[in-house]
């Protein structure tokens, strides 16, 4: 076996996904498992992680702990269900997030404000917080990744006040905890996705919409690389930063956006070659 390949394996190794029930939450289990990881999912969406577990087809492989991931205690049993089960917590991929109410700052109500700080910050710090404890304690270190957003974190978004913020957020405390936790052999990075063809990412694609093919090939033309991203994508990012391929990378934010955002007002599609 080559040394990259005895890197890209998590055979015995197990990894906490929260968003476990969403397209790129069952995306990244998938890459684990196929690298033969463990999985435990975690999601406020019961019916959603059960119908994720069946279509992963991976029977003691895969378990799934429903609940709210803002609450400290869910998290806790979380990865306490993850030691139990697993014998071991080594990676985790703090996923779960919202896009919130779009509206300009002067117009955001302050309890829609309140929610994308619940979802997309306080979870994130929970799940990191439960995470990282558990791994001290072991003294096995681990890698821990965290999603934060392209567009959020790097351009600007009308009405985004909520969503950009937590983002922006997202970065400042995977940074903060990589040097807090690099003496226990914890490594913590995080994903900024560009636009993924998901309902969060595609308004189009969801319930009730019918322009999702539309707006796909629209925003897939804006993109530098002319493709919109797949959750593939992602996962395939994800699962690098947790192995020890990437030993060496600590506290970054990988963009994962084909380009996005190296467009600006002077080379943007509708600049005119200014």
Request: a negative charge.
């Amino acid at each position: 076996m080559k040394a990259n390949d005895m890197a890209d394996t998590f055979d015995g190794k197990t990894v906490l996904i929260t968003g476990g029930a969403g397209a790129i939450g069952s995306a990244t289990a998938r890459t684990f498992l196929k690298r033969g990881a463990n999985v435990l999912l975690v999601d406020l969406d019961a019916k959603g992680l059960e119908q994720v577990a069946e279509g992963l087809a991976a029977p003691g492989k895969v378990k799934t702990k429903a609940g709210d991931v803002s609450d400290a205690e869910v998290m806790k049993g979380a990865v306490a269900s993850a030691v139990e089960t697993f014998g071991a917590l080594d990676m985790a991929f703090n996923n779960a997030g919202i896009s919130g109410e779009v509206a300009p700052v002067h117009e955001l109500p302050l309890e829609e404000w309140d929610r994308m700080v619940r979802v997309n910050l306080r979870s994130m710090f929970v799940s990191l917080q439960a995470v990282a404890a558990e791994m001290v304690k072991s003294g096995r270190g681990g890698a821990i990744v965290n999603m934060g957003s392209s567009m959020a974190g790097w351009d600007v978004l009308a009405g985004g006040a909520g969503y950009v913020s937590t983002k922006h957020a997202v970065v400042g405390l995977t940074k903060s905890a990589a040097f807090d936790l690099a003496p226990h052999g914890i490594r913590v990075n995080a994903v900024c996705p560009g636009v993924i063809e998901t309902t969060l990412g595609v308004p189009g694609l969801r319930e009730g919409h019918t322009d999702g093919q539309s707006q796909v090939e629209k925003f897939a033309s804006r993109i530098p690389s002319k493709r919109i991203g797949q959750v593939e994508d992602v996962a395939e990012v994800v699962a690098f930063l947790a192995s020890d391929a990437a030993r060496h990378v600590n506290g970054a934010a990988w963009l994962i956006d084909g380009g996005q955002t190296l467009q600006s007002f002077a080379n943007g599609p509708d600049s005119g070659g200014y």
